[in-house]
């Protein structure tokens, strides 16, 4: 009897260790589908900061929200200096909206944003304050239902800046422009063309918009892909990775989309037919905000290498 008790002890004893070490290795399902399902929810979002040299750049950080206005607030609270949100930026990038600042309202219809803040948000140097107005419209226009924006400060619209006094459109959108540079002769026969440079810190790779407002009458595909191809003469320390052998042959408007043909100077890679990242983001984003396209397509003698959908 003493025999059976003991080897029956030593069987429980057995399967218990066996059981509890099932357990340590293999974690209870439900808890790993959380953990993968939270993962999953995790969306990088476009949203545009202040770099080290003043300029309103486009980099993205991790969000969760899925409908637009979740997605509005989660935005304006990392675009908030000190907010809880502020892990969320990377380093060598500033917020804009002052802390201590509140959205008090927002409401979105027919694709207009209306977001009513408190008085805080004007706590901002005169320096700056066409910069915040930038990072939030460009910021926010990147969710897909939003196309315009008015700005409210505890009720009353905002008109106008009150440092710079500079008078606002009735409705904001990108046509507002971002890191504005002027080379006019006169304001009747003035454009504006959005273009993307190359911004590096460490491994990060950012772009940095210039809207250059001038008289060149010029085709808007044609001024981007002349411009990318040469150093701005305004900054030096505006890159682009577009070479300047580079040649436009072709290329085609539709609703929505452009076709873009070019030589084989823009590939990086003749052999496996790859173009960068950087010089497809810079075109396809340039054209995004001057042409207010969805789609990029990028050939090489006819051959489509790449496509660009929806650019976020």
């Known amino acids: 009897m003493l025999k059976r008790s003991a080897l029956r002890r030593i069987i429980v004893s057995t399967l218990a260790l066996i059981i509890v070490t099932i357990l340590y290795f293999f974690p209870d399902n439900k808890n790993q589908i959380t953990k993968t399902t939270t993962y999953l929810d995790i969306d990088k979002t476009p949203i545009y900061l202040l770099n080290k040299d003043s300029y309103v750049v486009r980099t993205t950080i991790p969000t969760s929200s899925k409908d637009a206005l979740s997605k509005v607030k989660e935005l ?8 809880d949100k502020s892990d969320y930026i990377p380093s060598h ?3 804009l909206i002052p802390k201590n600042t509140k959205l008090l309202t927002c409401s979105l219809e027919d694709g207009l944003l209306k977001l009513n803040f408190s008085k805080e948000l004007l706590n901002v140097s005169k320096d700056d304050e066409e910069k915040l107005i930038e990072s939030l419209v460009y910021t926010l226009t990147e969710i897909p239902e939003i196309k315009e924006i008015m700005l409210f400060i505890e009720g009353s619209k905002l008109d106008y800046l009150p440092q710079s006094k500079l008078t606002l459109p009735n409705t904001l959108n990108r046509n507002f422009g971002i890191n504005k540079v002027y080379d006019i002769s006169n304001i009747k026969d003035s454009t504006k063309t959005t273009i993307y440079y190359i911004g590096k810190e460490n491994n990060l790779t950012y772009y940095i918009p210039i809207t250059k407002i001038d008289n060149n009458q010029n085709n808007k595909i044609e001024i981007i892909i002349e411009e990318l191809k040469s150093s701005p003469i305004y900054e030096t320390n505006l890159m682009s990775f577009l070479a300047s052998s ?6 085609e408007e539709l609703e929505n989309q452009i076709s ?3 030589n084989n100077a823009i590939l990086a890679d003749l052999e496996n037919k790859d173009i960068l990242e950087e010089v497809k983001y810079s075109i396809a984003l340039s054209l995004k905000d001057t042409l207010n396209v969805e789609d990029v397509i990028f050939k090489v003698n006819d051959e ?7 650019l976020s």
């Open 76 to 83: 304006i609270s990392s675009l908030t200096i000190e907010s």
């Open 304 to 310: 489509i290498i790449a496509t660009f959908k929806n």
């Open 260 to 262: 873009l043909s070019f």
């Open 93 to 95: 990038f500033k917020a």
């Open 246 to 251: 580079v040649e436009l042959l072709n290329y």
